[in-house]
């Protein structure tokens, strides 16, 4: 009966670590760090893209910021997939907010929309929902009245038995607090 030793069941070579290759400007290495990590890209691109040609062009501006980062590339901290990933989605963020809009809705009502659309959606209106929880009573109740009843502002003012600048600062400033609450936890 043969023994066998803990060194012999670890003996598994590490994979070789491309990212150091990169930021060393070795050749071939940008190739090998694209076969190797392209998929990973793609499909991070795919969540976050509008559509296949943002996509693509995603991917190549991923793998340009990847090559300028290599040189940060800690492996005490993570590994390469992690980094990688980090920095794509990282990338994809600042697409995003470049663009300086969410991407439009272009589904009819109650139609299912285009992948990842349907799902950031309900996260907004999960945030905006517990947000409105946060806004001062007469804000609530006048976007409550604006959104859910679409009273108009004069008739908001009338309602609530307060001058139509008021309702329109109240309507201001609770808007001012739901978008900042959207900003923040679409970033994390």
Request: aromatic share 6%.
């Amino acid at each position: 009966m043969a023994l066998v030793t803990k060194s012999a069941s670890v003996s598994a070579p590490l994979e070789a670590r491309l990212l150091p290759r990169v930021a060393a400007g070795e050749p071939g290495a940008v190739r090998e760090c694209v076969e190797r990590y392209g998929g990973l890209v793609w499909s991070i691109a795919r969540r976050y893209a509008e559509g296949r040609e943002d996509a693509e062009d995603a991917v190549q501006e991923i793998f340009i910021d990847l090559w300028r980062s290599a040189g940060r590339f800690d492996e005490r901290v993570a590994g390469e997939a992690t980094f990688v990933a980090m920095i794509a989605r990282r990338r994809l963020i600042d697409r995003r907010r470049a663009k300086g809009r969410r991407p439009e809705l272009v589904a009819e009502k109650g139609e299912a929309t285009a992948s990842g659309t349907t799902l950031d959606t309900m996260l907004d209106a999960q945030i905006a929902a517990r947000e409105m929880e946060n806004l001062r009573p007469e804000q609530r109740e006048a976007l409550q009245l604006s959104i859910w009843t679409d009273l108009s502002h004069p008739e908001i003012a009338e309602r609530m038995g307060v001058p139509l600048g008021t309702v329109k600062s109240y309507l201001r400033r609770g808007l001012l607090q739901l978008r900042f609450a959207l900003s923040v936890g679409r970033n994390v």
